[in-house]
């Protein structure tokens, strides 16, 4: 397989500042005619030939300035063709089958519409074109079609004539003014309605909104709405960001690979984070709706305006703009909640990739096949090394920075370190050691000693970058120590407070820091609103974080002692390190901070919930070197039972609390039906009878999807005639509600039921099941393989399972096939007996005659 390195980039040869594209649209024929207006690129090597990338596309006519030539050639998949002059017009004709693009890369039919998907490289399953980030052009784009079939014709920017022909046809002519690349490029015909609003920006240009979904789903589409609006004030105020087009349609699709893609003016969003109302959609839901809509709302300056020069560059538009949505979201709602989810996020994805075969730095240097690439890693991690110089900087000089960032950079392809120069330069501040971050992977470990002698306090930190995997002949043998910014605080252990935050930066293998006038050892809470993304070693006396867990003042500092607090304990428990009394005392701390928390009236409840999430097992796992699943899970499920025996009396008390209060989307009652679905999990563990009454009676006085799913989760997960009668209900109630239908298939293919790898192959068989839709399939099996106790199974049945799935599934969708390959990549990390046959389902995957690049990829990284 081929590897791209960055250190290969070159300059294009050609540049296309314009394109006219014209489609003959149906949904298995669309033909293709695209007319290029190439110019020597003076930056260029000079080259004669110009590379047109394609992706199983013939050209069935190819003229130069008007004429047909037959001079160009083929190499692989792209179009060679030798251009004398400094300008010329190209123009190719292709043909399209929409309706049998399974993969959703570029145009296809999703339920009689049609839309495209071109990012990374889906714009050359259309068109030949030069498909890199640095190719900007100004599109236009005529598109005719059967009226009755496509009667909502869309494309970028605006619609600047329209017609109708006497065959029942009709047609539109689409101009985007805004340069972009052709990954940016979105088309769409199909049988829509909207949702229409406006908004006025704050210079006065009147927008025009659209939410364009299928007909009867218009009533859903409310609270995208709602969060548009939000998104454009948001942009506005807190980065100086106004929108540059007079109309911007979102379109729902129930076909889609990924989330959802920022395409110019054309939002196309998969209906998850589209459609939502309370009946059918979760809190969660909601929250992911409002996050997406902003997120691909922001790239318009993050990715659009400012885009890519490469693909390695990838962070520059999507590590910022998850910054800039957790931020919004963070100013919507409860930034201290919203840092935990995020935090929560960051360690069940990032942390094992960053451990795992797979681990690359958020500016990688070579890929197979750029779809790997949209990684947690490249996401999360990106937007929490962004938020690292925000930091560093503080608030106004940052921002500053990304003032300049826009400035210099509008219109162009940019790197990561045009960024980086631009926050040096606008925030005041030296990132020279900095842009480690950017080079090096692995999550950087802090170790954390302490000593107390007359009255100073002294504080000593170790750091180490763990090494990495490197493939493609990129070693990093050594790394190198990196800047890590610290926010710590000193408490007073009798008044419960301390004299104000600081700021440390760690930038050396091992640094001392003193702090005079403490006659008596404060208690250290360091790494607050998890202000480094980084893994902190830290032996204390569980007092300490008792304490912590009660007194805090920083949210995510809280939570985390009282994630210790139960980590450290399970590490122990699991390791067979503690003996009965040891065991029995450690479980009685968790319960009395667990019980000061459930009567801490000064608590809000949703920020409540957070603090009685127990760590994930995948979290727990990553603390060992080599993980025993089961054990993990055992110990896990025993002290869940314990604390739901031992609080029983106060879980009935707050059930019966937040029962009480009435649905709607404030604050506290989100939180309300957060506490209310994590009261029965622990009931459910350790007075299970009482969980499956109370869990019947919520799902029937239901009237949100949050608490009927909650209470059906409890549900799948206990035995009994009710577990079947309710999933029954549930199905029937929303037969033919695609996305509570996946709900449908998630909750049980995630579930504690012991039988649930039964369930699971049965729900394959299930008619309500499709290979050919990515939220379906994801559904299913995605629980499956975040669900641990049926992921590890002993027997390697789950592993099987997921193996089964890669293999079918390549041939029709590889992207969403090989999302599945990092699962079973871990095996290094678990215990012999099941490393062995998690290697095996990878040897038995490699051992296809045809896999895609993408599967490919994977599966070497991961056996290698
Ligand atoms: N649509 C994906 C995202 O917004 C890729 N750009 O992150
Ligand atoms: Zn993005």
């Given at each position: 397989p081929s590897v791209i390195r960055r250190e290969d980039y070159q300059p294009p040869a050609w540049l296309v500042p314009e394109i006219a594209l014209d489609f003959a649209l149906g949904l298995d024929a669309t033909h293709v005619t695209s007319k290029l207006s190439v110019r020597r690129n003076p930056d260029g090597n000079g080259s004669r030939t110009m590379r047109l990338n394609g992706d199983q596309l013939a050209p069935l006519a190819v003229r130069v300035d008007g004429q047909a030539v037959n001079d160009w050639r083929l190499d692989g998949p792209d179009l060679l063709l030798d251009l004398a002059g400094e300008a010329h017009e190209v123009e190719i004709e292709t043909q399209l089958n929409p309706a049998a693009n399974s993969q959703l890369m570029g145009l296809y039919a999703s339920h009689g519409m049609l839309c495209t998907q071109c990012e990374a490289e889906g714009f050359r399953r259309i068109a030949f074109f030069p498909d890199r980030p640095d190719v900007l052009s100004t599109y236009r784009v005529r598109m005719s079609g059967d009226k009755a079939a496509f009667?909502?014709?869309?494309?970028?920017?605006?619609?600047?004539?329209?017609?109708?022909?006497?065959?029942?046809?009709?047609?539109?002519?689409?101009?985007?003014?805004?340069?972009?690349?052709?990954?940016?490029?979105?088309?769409?015909?199909?049988?829509?309605?909207?949702?229409?609003?406006?908004?006025?920006?704050?210079?006065?240009?009147?927008?025009?909104?659209?939410?364009?979904?299928?007909?009867?789903?218009?009533?859903?589409?409310?609270?995208?709405?709602?969060?548009?609006?939000?998104?454009?004030?948001?942009?506005?105020?807190?980065?100086?960001?106004?929108?540059?087009?007079?109309?911007?349609?979102?379109?729902?699709?129930?076909?889609?690979?990924?989330?959802?893609?920022?395409?110019?003016?054309?939002?196309?969003?998969?209906?998850?984070?589209?459609?939502?109302?309370?009946?059918?959609?979760?809190?969660?839901?909601?929250?992911?709706?409002?996050?997406?809509?902003?997120?691909?709302?922001?790239?318009?300056?993050?990715?659009?305006?400012?885009?890519?020069?490469?693909?390695?560059?990838?962070?520059?538009?999507?590590?910022?703009?998850?910054?800039?949505?957790?931020?919004?979201?963070?100013?919507?709602?409860?930034?201290?909640?919203?840092?935990?989810?995020?935090?929560?996020?960051?360690?069940?994805?990032?942390?094992?990739?960053?451990?795992?075969?797979?681990?690359?730095?958020?500016?990688?240097?070579?890929?197979?096949?750029?779809?790997?690439?949209?990684?947690?890693?490249?996401?999360?991690?990106?937007?929490?090394?962004?938020?690292?110089?925000?930091?560093?900087?503080?608030?106004?000089?940052?921002?500053?920075?990304?003032?300049?960032?826009?400035?210099?950079?509008?219109?162009?392809?940019?790197?990561?370190?045009?960024?980086?120069?631009?926050?040096?330069?606008?925030?005041?501040?030296?990132?020279?050691?900095?842009?480690?971050?950017?080079?090096?992977?692995?999550?950087?470990?802090?170790?954390?000693?302490?000593?107390?002698?007359?009255?100073?306090?002294?504080?000593?930190?170790?750091?180490?970058?763990?090494?990495?995997?490197?493939?493609?002949?990129?070693?990093?043998?050594?790394?190198?120590?990196?800047?890590?910014?610290?926010?710590?605080?000193?408490?007073?252990?009798?008044?419960?407070?301390?004299?104000?935050?600081?700021?440390?930066?760690?930038?050396?293998?091992?640094?001392?820091?003193?702090?005079?006038?403490?006659?008596?050892?404060?208690?250290?809470?360091?790494?607050?609103?998890?202000?480094?993304?980084?893994?902190?070693?830290?032996?204390?006396?569980?007092?300490?974080?008792?304490?912590?867990?009660?007194?805090?003042?920083?949210?995510?500092?809280?939570?985390?002692?009282?994630?210790?607090?139960?980590?450290?304990?399970?590490?122990?428990?699991?390791?067979?390190?503690?003996?009965?009394?040891?065991?029995?005392?450690?479980?009685?701390?968790?319960?009395?901070?667990?019980?000061?928390?459930?009567?801490?009236?000064?608590?809000?409840?949703?920020?409540?919930?957070?603090?009685?999430?127990?760590?994930?097992?995948?979290?727990?796992?990553?603390?060992?070197?080599?993980?025993?699943p089961s054990a993990i899970h055992a110990e896990r499920e025993a002290l869940k039972a314990w604390l739901g025996t031992k609080l029983r009396g106060d879980l009935e008390a707050l059930h019966d609390r937040v029962s009480a209060v009435p649905y709607s989307r404030d604050a506290a009652a989100r939180g309300a039906r957060k506490l209310k679905t994590q009261a029965l999990t622990y009931l459910a563990a350790g007075a299970p009878d009482e969980a499956r009454r109370r869990a019947i009676a919520q799902y029937c006085a239901a009237d949100n999807m949050t608490d009927r799913q909650g209470a059906l989760m409890v549900l799948a997960g206990l035995d009994g005639p009710e577990r079947g009668e309710a999933l029954a209900d549930f199905h029937g109630r929303y037969a033919g509600n695609a996305l509570v239908i996946d709900k449908w298939f998630s909750l049980q293919a995630g579930s504690l039921h012991p039988k649930v790898l039964e369930h699971a192959k049965a729900l394959a068989e299930h008619p309500d099941f499709t290979m050919n839709n990515p939220n379906r399939v994801r559904a299913l099996y995605m629980a499956l393989a975040v669900n641990p106790q049926a992921f590890h199974a002993p027997s390697g049945e789950g592993y099987r399972i997921i193996g089964d799935l890669i293999r079918r599934l390549d041939p029709i969708n590889p992207q969403t096939a090989a999302r599945f390959v990092p699962s079973l990549g871990r095996w290094r990390r678990i215990e012999p007996a099941r490393a062995a046959l998690m290697r095996a389902e990878l040897e038995r995957i490699a051992a296809e005659p045809s896999l895609s690049k993408d599967v490919l990829e994977q599966v070497t990284k991961s056996l290698g």
């Open positions: 009667p909502i014709l869309l494309s970028n920017g605006n619609c600047e004539a329209t017609g109708e022909s006497a065959d029942g046809t009709h047609w539109a002519e689409w101009h985007d003014p805004w340069p972009k690349p052709c990954y940016l490029f979105a088309l769409v015909a199909g049988d829509l309605v909207a949702n229409h609003d406006s908004f006025t920006t704050r210079s006065g240009r009147e927008v025009e909104l659209n939410i364009w979904v299928r007909k009867g789903d218009e009533s859903r589409t409310q609270h995208a709405m709602d969060s548009l609006k939000r998104s454009f004030r948001w942009d506005e105020q807190a980065f100086g960001r106004e929108y540059d087009l007079d109309l911007f349609n979102i379109v729902a699709v129930s076909d889609f690979n990924m989330g959802a893609m920022e395409n110019k003016g054309l939002n196309v969003f998969n209906t998850r984070y589209v459609l939502a109302d309370p009946e059918t959609a979760t809190d969660s839901d909601y929250d992911a709706i409002e996050g997406v809509i902003g997120h691909e709302y922001f790239h318009n300056w993050s990715g659009n305006r400012v885009t890519c020069r490469d693909w390695f560059q990838l962070s520059l538009k999507e590590g910022f703009t998850v910054l800039r949505d957790q931020m919004f979201s963070a100013d919507m709602g409860s930034p201290a909640v919203k840092r935990i989810e995020d935090v929560r996020v960051l360690r069940a994805a990032q942390f094992p990739e960053d451990s795992g075969p797979l681990a690359h730095p958020i500016r990688p240097d070579s890929y197979q096949e750029i779809s790997n690439f949209y990684t947690a890693t490249i996401y999360n991690k990106g937007a929490e090394v962004i938020r690292m110089m925000r930091t560093m900087a503080g608030p106004e000089r940052f921002r500053a920075g990304t003032d300049l960032y826009f400035d210099r950079n509008d219109g162009t392809a940019a790197t990561c370190e045009d960024f980086v120069r631009a926050i040096e330069d606008g925030a005041g501040l030296d990132l020279k050691q900095f842009r480690l971050w950017y080079s090096q992977s692995g999550t950087p470990q802090v170790t954390v000693t302490t000593q107390h002698s007359g009255d100073t306090f002294t504080l000593k930190l170790t750091q180490l970058v763990p090494p990495t995997p490197n493939h493609d002949g990129g070693a990093q043998p050594e790394k190198q120590p990196m800047p890590i910014p610290l926010k710590l605080a000193l408490f007073d252990r009798e008044t419960g407070t301390h004299r104000g935050e600081e700021l440390l930066v760690l930038d050396q293998a091992e640094q001392s820091f003193s702090f005079a006038g403490y006659a008596s050892a404060p208690v250290l809470s360091i790494n607050r609103g998890f202000s480094a993304p980084v893994a902190i070693d830290f032996e204390r006396p569980v007092e300490d974080l008792v304490f912590l867990a009660a007194h805090d003042d920083d949210a995510f500092a809280r939570y985390e002692a009282m994630q210790s607090l139960v980590v450290r304990h399970l590490i122990a428990a699991v390791s067979s390190n503690l003996a009965e009394e040891a065991r029995t005392a450690e479980r009685e701390a968790i319960v009395q901070a667990l019980r000061s928390i459930l009567l801490d009236e000064a608590l809000d409840d949703l920020m409540r919930g957070e603090l009685l999430i127990l760590p994930a097992e995948g979290y727990l796992a990553e603390q060992f070197l080599v993980a025993d």
